[in-house]
């Protein structure tokens, strides 16, 4: 079975654009969640999706947003970047709703904002 | 809200070094705890967990034991080596919450 697939590896962004971040779940999962890791810091939780929808939310302003899509692969998208959202993106998806039988994580985007 | 606290780092060991890194956590209810871990480059990796007070979870040597009445969740390895040289984060999912909460991380090198 594959794992999460997350695209792309890297990219560089200037303040004030737009971004958007790929996530593949792994097969079989239908729950996908998405956490924001900065240099030095533990993953911070952003936003979950279930079913299409937003199950539940971090601190985070909306400018941060996501989709996810009928095969369960999601996007996030982050509006006006700002230097500080300069970090590791992690996508880890679920079985279920709840994560009753684990996460798997993939390798990350790693986005600088200049 | 939820909280995890861990030993910061970095840590050194030599090989074959017995390994402790503390974990406290903060949680409403009965959370299940996890430790993750990150090598260079790489996502994060579930290392071993436990649902409940009083349990173990073990893994590649590695052990931690769910402390209620004290709020930690130490790991701990007897011998390590150089291939476990990462990032080691603790974390915990509220019984009712869907989503984790982690500590900073520890980093930890292993020398020959």
């Known amino acids: 079975e594959t794992g999460v697939t997350q695209s792309p590896t890297h990219l560089i962004k200037t303040r004030g654009q737009q971004v958007t971040l790929r996530c593949s779940s792994q097969?079989?999962?239908?729950?996908v969640s998405w956490y924001q890791q900065a240099l030095g810091q533990g993953p911070q939780f952003i936003f979950q999706y279930y079913r299409e929808e937003e199950n539940g939310r971090g601190n985070f302003p909306p400018r941060f947003s996501g989709l996810q899509f009928p095969n369960y692969s999601s996007e996030l998208n982050v509006n006006a970047l700002e230097l500080d959202d300069s970090a590791l993106y992690l996508c880890?998806?679920?079985?279920?709703?709840?994560?009753?039988?684990?996460?798997?994580f993939g390798s990350g985007t790693r986005l600088t904002v200049v | 809200g939820d909280s995890v606290t861990q030993m910061e780092g970095p840590v050194t060991l030599s090989e074959e070094a017995f390994l402790t890194i503390n974990c406290t956590y903060t949680a409403t209810g009965y959370p299940s705890l996890f430790w993750y871990v990150q090598y260079p480059g790489e996502g994060l990796q579930l290392l071993l967990k436990?649902?409940?007070?009083?349990d173990k979870g073990s893994n590649k040597g590695f052990e931690a034991t769910y402390r209620k009445e004290t709020t930690s969740f130490h790991l701990e390895k007897g011998s390590v080596q150089v291939s476990d040289s990462a990032v080691y984060f603790c974390?915990?999912?509220?019984?009712?919450?869907?989503?984790?909460?982690f500590g900073k991380g520890t980093l930890l090198t292993v020398n020959p």
């Open positions: 097969s079989g999962h239908n729950t």
């Open positions: 974390a915990l999912k509220g019984g009712s919450n869907y989503k984790l909460t």
């Open positions: 436990a649902t409940k007070a009083d």
């Open positions: 880890a998806s679920s079985l279920d709703l709840q994560g009753s039988y684990g996460y798997t």
